[in-house]
Nanobody
Framework: QVQLVESGGGLVQAGGSLRLSCAAS????????MGWFRQAPGKEREFVAA????????YYVDSLKGRFTISRDNAKNTVYLQMNSLKPEDTAVYYC???????????????WGQGTQVTVSS
C-alpha cells in the first residue's frame, strides 16, 4: 500500500517556476515507477512525466520537454516535478501516481495523490 501527498502548488506569474513534491508512505516506494499527470478545467487528465523506480529513465510528454524535469529521492520517498518557464496553459491540478507497470496511461497506476493546484497568471 502506498499513500501519496502532493505539495508545492500555488499561484505564479507566467515565466516563473514551481517545484512540486509528492511524498509517499510505505516501504515499497522504490519498487514503483512514479508519474505526474495534470487536469485542466474541462479537460481530461493527461500524462506529464514519469520516472522509473531507480530514477535511471525519465519520460515526458513532448510538449513539455525542456521546461519540466522529474526526479526522485528514494531515501526520502519523494518524487519531484520542477516546472520552469510556466505558461497560463500549464494551469491545472497536478497529480502524482505510483505504477508497478507502465507510465503513460492512467490505468497503469495503482495509487494516486489528491492533487495540487497550479495556477499561472498572464
Amino acid at each position: 500500500q502506498v499513500q501519496l501527498v502532493e505539495s508545492g502548488g500555488g499561484l505564479v506569474q507566467a515565466g516563473g517556476s514551481l517545484r512540486l513534491s509528492c511524498a509517499a508512505s510505505g516501504r515499497t516506494f522504490s519498487s514503483y515507477a512514479m508519474g505526474w499527470f495534470r487536469q485542466a478545467p474541462g479537460k481530461e487528465r493527461e500524462f506529464v512525466a514519469a520516472i522509473t523506480w531507480s530514477g535511471g529513465s525519465t519520460y515526458y510528454v513532448d510538449s513539455l520537454k525542456g521546461r519540466f524535469t522529474i526526479s526522485r529521492d528514494n531515501a526520502k520517498n519523494t518524487v519531484y516535478l520542477q516546472m520552469n518557464s510556466l505558461k497560463p496553459e500549464d494551469t491545472a491540478v497536478y497529480y502524482c501516481g505510483a505504477s508497478p507497470r507502465g507510465w503513460y496511461t492512467q490505468s497503469d497506476y495503482d495509487y494516486w495523490g489528491q492533487g495540487t493546484q497550479v495556477t499561472v497568471s498572464s
